[in-house]
């Protein structure tokens, strides 16, 4: 019993220190002040995952008028996929962009351009 | 006695978390990137496909659905791009990329068309949104390497299918190269589409 007492530390010791190296690798920035305020962290799209992308369609015009990317807290989706939750503290960043559709050598092409808005996203539980 | 079953119970320990990281990784391709990846290549020369790829910088999406292409656009999907993160730290400096230099572009279907135009509607709108992965296409930087291709990047497709191919040979510059060296704004790179690279 003892000894699977000590085992069960040792596991839970040796976790701490994997979850630890994730987060200290990713250096992801608090998004909230001690008065509970968020802000966008600085430096994220170098350090959060990015999760997905989705286009709005144009009304008058082929093509789409806004791509909206969006990013999550370092080890997200391996904990999600894992466990099926989003873990506490998981942050999400939706970025918005105005797009512009121009016909390239690949095809008529909708890209993002201009960086319009970036909400933070308060903690998901 | 006691002291052996404890070392025994903690190496199995061990090698369960071990385990279990490894095959979290395989699964996402989004363990935390450490150092610098630089490519890998097997004997014949092929280049081997770049590990946990979604865990690097992410720099952008352009899409070029079929609908917008008469039916039959050249990529179909999304193109989700991605720049090797100790690359990016270097490009972020001196505004050069540097040998070794791994661009990933991961591409990814959109889910069926419900409207004309090819878009579909969602509870946020109506859009097109991402759905199944459709393989990769890579380039690497490696001035010597490639010297004799005419260019300072090797192309490789990775399958335009799931599941991506575990290996890749080089493509000639004709099928792929010629387009970047023709339009892309820097160094064959599409940084114009791409507000982070784009300085």
């Known amino acids: 019993m003892r000894v699977i007492a000590r085992v069960a530390w040792l596991v839970s010791l040796v976790a701490v220190v994997f979850a630890g190296m994730a987060r200290a690798d990713g250096k992801p920035e608090a998004v909230a002040d001690a008065r509970g305020n968020l802000h966008v962290p600085s430096g994220y799209p170098e350090v959060y995952e990015f999760l997905g992308t989705w286009a709005i369609a144009a009304d008058k015009q082929v093509g789409s008028s806004q791509i909206h990317n969006v990013y999550a807290t370092p080890g997200t989706i391996a904990a999600y996929r894992s466990s099926g939750h989003f873990p506490d503290g998981t942050v999400l960043i939706k970025e918005v962009y105005e797009t512009s559709t121009a016909r390239m050598t690949t095809g008529t092409v909708s890209q993002g351009t201009d960086w319009i808005y970036t909400p933070g996203y308060p903690t998901l539980k | ?199």
């Not at chain 2, 572009?105 to 991402?130: A, C, I, V």
Request: aromatic residues 12%.
């Open chain 2, 1 to 199: 006695m006691k002291r052996r079953q404890l070392f025994l119970g903690a190496t199995l320990a061990l090698c369960g978390i071990a385990t279990l990281v490894s095959a979290q990784s395989d699964e996402t391709n989004t363990a935390p990137a450490r150092g610098r990846y630089l490519p890998e290549y097997t004997k014949e020369g092929d280049l081997v496909l770049p590990k946990n790829w979604r865990s690097w910088v992410y720099v952008g999406s352009p899409l070029t659905p079929d609908a917008l292409n008469n039916g039959k656009a050249g990529f179909p999907e999304y193109h989700n791009v991605y720049i090797e993160p100790g690359s990016y730290e270097i490009y972020k400096k001196t505004g050069v990329f540097p040998e070794g230099t791994i661009m990933f572009k991961e591409l990814q279907r959109t889910l069926p068309q419900q409207n004309p135009d090819g878009s579909r509607t969602e509870p946020s709108g109506r859009g097109f949104f991402p759905g199944a992965f459709n393989g990769a296409d890579v380039t690497v930087k490696d001035t010597k390497r490639y010297a004799n291709t005419g260019s300072s990047w090797g192309y490789y497709n990775f399958n335009h299918h799931e599941p991506k191919a575990p290996t890749a040979t080089l493509k000639p510059i004709s099928e792929c190269g010629f387009c970047h060296q023709a339009s892309a704004k820097k160094d064959e790179v599409w940084t114009q589409f791409y507000p982070l690279l784009d300085h």
